[in-house]
């Protein structure tokens, strides 16, 4: 991939020295970020409190997310900006899926979305791997054990409800064996057939394993915030699409292989195609006219 431009310009560089970020959380993200964007960009980051950030969506179902993933984390970061009345807010929200290769293990996609109202952009950073997220329903004490062990408790904790995933009835924040076994015995005596659903607890502050994705996208809005665009200097420029189309070292023809990445500025207009350093050529195996 070719260099990142990184120009000075003076509105983007009074954006990082020293700037206040308002982020919105109730779940510890401030202490994964704002070490690290302090350390990168200089940024101060401002926690704010005062909104309860479940009422946009909760891994336990009470609360179904409206909207996308972007959105949802849109929404945080302008209600920080609001509450603080900060002109710059930072948002993080994640998801949890399949994995995209095999669908077989559990999956962390992170979005981190930085607001900045006083340069006019929106820059989104992302990262994601492998989750810890285990679910499981028991009939002992037992069984509780392996499935805890098996989710990485008690670093990672865990949530209990009487007979299945559905039930209502939710136990949070359980991050001891003590604990986990009052959890399961209230929720085995409440359960119609002492069924007890056991499940990772997802909210940052609980799941280390997510904690560490998190920090991965900080790292990748930071690598994003520096990217400046060519005409009008503003954070995120970026790709936004492969270009294909790598002609075959056989007989020349376009293929579907990439040969190129789009750029797009965040705020302006202008977009800039760049060719991925590597191979000229593409392989006769992977060219239609030559391997139909």
């Known amino acids: 991939m070719a260099d990142i431009p990184n120009a000075q310009d003076p509105g983007v560089a009074g954006a990082q020295g020293g700037a206040r970020v308002a982020l919105l959380t109730q779940h510890g993200k401030e202490a994964l970020l704002a070490p690290l964007l302090a350390d990168s960009l200089g940024w ?8 309860d950030t479940d009422t946009l969506g909760t891994f336990t179902r009470e609360v179904p997310r409206p909207g996308s993933q972007l959105e949802a984390a849109r929404a945080k970061a302008r209600k920080g900006m609001e509450l603080s009345g900060c002109p710059r807010g930072l948002a993080s929200e994640g998801a949890f899926v399949p994995d995209p290769a095999s669908g077989l293990f559990p999956w962390n996609i992170e979005l981190l979305v930085l607001v900045d109202d006083i340069l006019g952009v929106e820059v989104v950073g992302i990262a994601q791997g492998l989750a810890c997220n285990q679910t499981g329903v028991v009939a002992d004490w037992a069984a509780a054990e392996r499935l805890a062990l098996e989710a990485g408790f008690p ?3 865990l949530v209990v409800r009487p007979n299945g ?3 209502p009835r939710v136990i949070k924040g359980i991050a001891s064996w003590p604990a986990l076994r009052t959890a399961f015995e209230a929720a085995q005596a409440q359960s119609d057939g002492g069924l007890v659903w056991l499940e990772s607890d997802l909210r940052a502050m609980a799941n280390p394993s997510r904690q560490a994705v998190i920090v991965q996208a900080g790292h990748d809005l930071v690598r994003r915030w520096r990217s ?3 005409v009008c200097a503003a954070p995120g420029f970026w790709p936004v699409a492969v270009v294909r189309g790598l002609p075959c070292a056989a007989c020349g023809t376009p293929t579907r292989e990439r040969q190129g990445e789009l750029w797009a500025c965040v705020r302006c207009t202008h977009t800039l195609e760049r060719a991925l350093t590597g191979a000229q050529r593409a392989d006769p195996s992977r060219c239609d006219r030559c391997n139909p």
């Open 228 to 230: 400046l665009c060519p």
């Open 155 to 157: 670093t990672h904790w």
């Open 165 to 167: 995933e559905d039930d």
């Open 44 to 51: 101060v980051l401002a926690h704010v409190t005062g909104f």
